[in-house]
C-alpha cells in the first residue's frame, strides 16, 4: 500500500478544494493519504486585508517528511504563470533532500488553478514539474483517459500535465465536478503507479 502525500498551497480554497479531490483518487486506489499544507508567507494583515481563507484543516507540512513519502501530488494556483512564492519557498527548502538524493524515484505529479482558461495553468505546472523532475522524480501527469479535459460543452479546466481548475477573477467559480473528477483521476493513477514501483 503506497503512502502518498497531497501537498498544496491554496489563498482561496479552490486548490485546497482540488487537494481532497486529488487525496479521494488516492486512497480509492488503495493508498494511505496525508494532505498537508505549506506555510503561509504573507503577514496576517495583509492575508485578512485580502480575504485569503487562513482558517484550513489541512496541518503544516516540513520539507524532512517529504521523504517519508512514495509519492508526493503538489498542487498551488498560479501566479503570473508560475508557482506563488509560498510553494517555492518551501521547496527551496529541499536542498538537502536533493543532495541525498532522498526522492530519486518516487513518484510526483502536479495540479494547479489560476483565474481564466489562459491564465498560466500549463506553466505553472511545468514550473512545479521542474522541481519534481531535479528531485529525481517519476511524474505522473492527467492523460486523456481523463475524458472530461476535451469537452467543448462548458469551460473547463484539465491539462495532460495535471488536474487544473478555473476560479475567475474574483475567485467567484469553484471547481466545477469535471475538474474535480480529472483531480480524482490523477490521484488515483499517481497512487497506482506507485504501487507498481513500491508494490
Known amino acids: 500500500m503506497p503512502k502518498v502525500l497531497v501537498l498544496y498551497y491554496s489563498s482561496y480554497g479552490h486548490v485546497e478544494t ?3 479531490a486529488v487525496a479521494e483518487g488516492a486512497r480509492a486506489a488503495g493508498a494511505t493519504v496525508d494532505v ?14 485580502n480575504y485569503f481563507k487562513t482558517e484550513q484543516d ?13 509519492a508526493v501530488i503538489i498542487g498551488a494556483p498560479t501566479r ?3 508557482m ?8 527551496d527548502q529541499a536542498g538537502g533532500l536533493w543532495a541525498s538524493g532522498a526522492m530519486n524515484g518516487k513518484v510526483g505529479a502536479a495540479f494547479t488553478s489560476s483565474a481564466s482558461q489562459h491564465g498560466g495553468n500549463e506553466t505553472t505546472l511545468f514550473s512545479i514539474i521542474t522541481n519534481l523532475l531535479h528531485f529525481g522524480m517519476v511524474v ?22 495535471g488536474a487544473t481548475t478555473i476560479a475567475g477573477g474574483k475567485g467567484e467559480r469553484q ?25
Not at 506563488?84 to 521547496?91: D, G, I, K, R, T
Not at 471547481?175 to 508494490?199: C, M, N, W, Y
Request: glycine share 10%.
Open 18 to 20: 482540488m487537494a481532497q
Open 36 to 49: 498537508k499544507r505549506v506555510p503561509e508567507t504573507v503577514p496576517d494583515d495583509i492575508a485578512k486585508a
Open 58 to 70: 489541512a496541518p503544516v507540512a516540513t520539507i524532512a517528511e517529504l521523504a517519508s513519502y512514495d
Open 80 to 82: 503570473f504563470g508560475r
Open 84 to 91: 506563488p512564492s509560498q510553494l517555492a519557498a518551501f521547496l
Open 140 to 161: 505522473v501527469g492527467l492523460p486523456y483517459s481523463h475524458q472530461g479535459q476535451m469537452t467543448l460543452e462548458e469551460i473547463v479546466g484539465g491539462a495532460p500535465y
Open 175 to 199: 471547481p466545477s465536478t469535471i475538474e474535480l473528477d480529472g483531480a480524482r483521476h490523477q490521484g488515483e493513477l499517481v497512487a497506482k503507479t506507485a504501487a507498481k514501483l513500491f508494490g
